[in-house]
């Protein structure tokens, strides 16, 4: 009998460690302002609740592909004008409400709404009416034929959200996605678990925590602890060598669709001087902020637009470091003595790279006065406010040139002819003309030199060797744990 006993405590005693782990610790640099992704510009929103807990009718796949999410399949009238959603049956919010074509409906309705506050109004500007059909059918009109509709819905702005909770995303979000949302820490945590009522499969995680941590050496410090599984965007990549030398972890290191960018405040004085924008940007060595900033890790630039992108052209030497042509274009303008104010965020990549930018600008005579803003703080005073020089920053949305066509958009270019090229690319499907006007637009912004491009930001991750299904690539701004799991 005693051996017996002895034998159940041995059994019992080994059994957690049998166990397999379901939870999980991320880390990210930033905070997000609030949760709700149809109601703010940061990507910190998205990387939390993207596919997680919000979703849309579309997603992007981890390879970049726009797949049917909460609507299983469409199909498209003749003209091009009416896309009809199937939707798919017995589909619940996190409070139990159920998802239905109305929710789509007042989703689309909402975020094209005069007064709306979504960051990216513009995917909705084609959408005239929005109808619904029947419970599991709504049918979306069109004022031009856009073949790129499953892609504008597929982002984060466009998840479908209820009447009943839109109001309070910001801080309690409620959506249909694999986990629901727990509690928010303000200043370190954000924690979720697994949604027990999800339609589609199950996440692997029981459990999940979003720890905010913006120091380089506390990430280091973190990661080695074990206090964090994993760092998709590791904000400390002079360390990486130290990582891949240890058995414990894993390096990921991938793309992302952030063009980094210094970018100019296209109205304000001298900066809507096209040879004052070119002596900037022809003062700019991309390779030594590359290296100085981001340790070696990213790919030179000289327009926005991903040079994974099978449409990008090159023209990096069209903005080529010639620190004599800088002088001589300030010459030319007219503009001696010049000092601008430099906002940099507090991303790495800003705060190291504005530094050595602000260098290269004093060597051919422009002085820089560098002012370190937090997050909530940029987006007030840079982005909503325009109130601002010049500013580095990386735009992490998919395939965005076209914000170069807004006329409220941070750096004030709106281009009457660039507009037309956008406007031509929305009601283009053919393939081969889509691409020509993707390099075209590609061509003129870097010919007026509205921003100077720096590189393509890499996805340089961290995790625990045992951890497998994070992303390698970052086709959206997101921490999609859908697919994760701990191997041991």
Same mark, same amino acid.
């Given at each position: 009998m005693t051996a017996r006993l002895l034998l159940a405590?041995?059994?019992?005693?080994?059994?957690?460690?049998?166990?397999?782990?379901?939870?999980?610790?991320?880390?990210?640099?930033?905070?997000?302002?609030?949760?709700?992704?149809?109601?703010?510009a940061a990507a910190a929103i998205d990387e939390v609740v993207y596919a997680n807990i919000f979703e849309g009718l579309t997603r992007f796949a981890p390879d970049g592909s726009i797949v049917p999410w909460l609507a299983k399949e469409w199909e498209t009238s003749e003209d091009g004008l009416t896309w009809t959603f199937r939707l798919h049956e017995g589909v619940t919010f996190h409070d139990g409400t159920t998802f239905d074509a109305d929710d789509v409906k007042f989703s689309l309705d909402r975020a094209r709404a005069e007064d709306s506050a979504n960051a990216q109004k513009q995917l909705f500007a084609g959408i005239t009416e929005v109808t619904v059909i029947d419970p599991l059918t709504v049918q979306i009109r069109l004022s031009v034929p856009n073949g790129n509709l499953p892609f504008n819905l597929a982002w984060g702005d466009a998840v479908i959200v209820a009447p009943e909770s839109a109001a309070t995303n910001a801080t309690k979000p409620i959506g249909t996605g694999p986990f629901t949302f727990v509690n928010w820490v303000q200043g370190d945590r954000v924690e979720i678990a697994r949604n027990p009522d999800y339609w589609g499969e199950a996440p692997a995680l029981a459990s999940a925590t979003f720890r905010f941590i913006s120091d380089p050496n506390a990430a280091f410090a973190a990661m080695m602890a074990g206090d964090v599984d994993a760092f998709p965007n590791f904000p400390a990549p002079e360390t990486l060598a130290q990582f891949e030398a240890d058995p414990r972890f894993r390096v990921i290191v991938g793309s992302t669709e952030g063009e980094t960018i210094l970018a100019m405040n296209n109205k304000r004085p001298?900066?809507? *001087?096209?040879?004052?924008?070119?002596?900037? &940007?022809?003062?700019?060595?991309?390779? +030594?902020?590359?290296?100085?900033a981001m340790f070696g890790y990213g790919t030179p630039i000289g327009t926005h637009?991903?040079?994974? *992108?099978?449409?990008?052209?090159?023209?990096? &030497?069209?903005?080529?470091?010639?620190? +004599?042509k800088s002088k001589a274009l300030l010459a030319e303008a007219g503009v001696s003595?010049?000092?601008?104010r430099l906002a940099l965020p507090p991303p790495p990549y800003a705060r190291r790279g504005g530094e050595i930018i602000a260098a290269q600008l004093r060597a051919v005579g422009i002085e820089t006065e560098i002012t370190n803003l937090e997050w909530a703080q940029w987006l007030e005073q840079v982005f909503k406010g325009h109130d601002f020089?010049?500013?580095?920053?990386?735009?992490?949305?998919?395939?965005d040139i076209n914000i170069y066509a807004r006329e409220d958009y941070y750096f004030q270019y709106a281009d009457p002819e660039f507009q037309e090229i956008m406007a031509e690319l929305d009601v283009t499907s053919d393939p081969a003309e889509r691409s020509a006007l993707l390099k075209q637009?590609?061509?003129?912004?870097?010919?007026d030199y509205v921003n100077a491009y720096l590189f393509q930001l890499a996805k340089t991750g961290v995790a625990n060797a045992k951890i497998e299904g994070l992303w390698e690539n970052s086709p959206t701004q997101a921490n999609d744990l859908t697919a994760v799991r701990w191997t041991e």
């Open positions: 405590a041995l059994v019992l005693a080994a059994t957690p460690a049998l166990a397999a782990r379901d939870t999980i610790t991320v880390g990210m640099v930033l905070e997000p302002p609030n949760l709700d992704p149809t109601a703010g001298p900066l809507d *001087n096209v040879k004052v924008r070119a002596a900037i &940007a022809h003062a700019i060595n991309r390779q +030594e902020i590359i290296d100085g637009f991903a040079p994974h *992108n099978p449409d990008y052209i090159d023209l990096t &030497a069209q903005s080529a470091y010639d620190p +004599e003595g010049l000092k601008l020089d010049l500013t580095i920053v990386s735009h992490t949305e998919p395939a637009a590609q061509k003129k912004i870097a010919d």
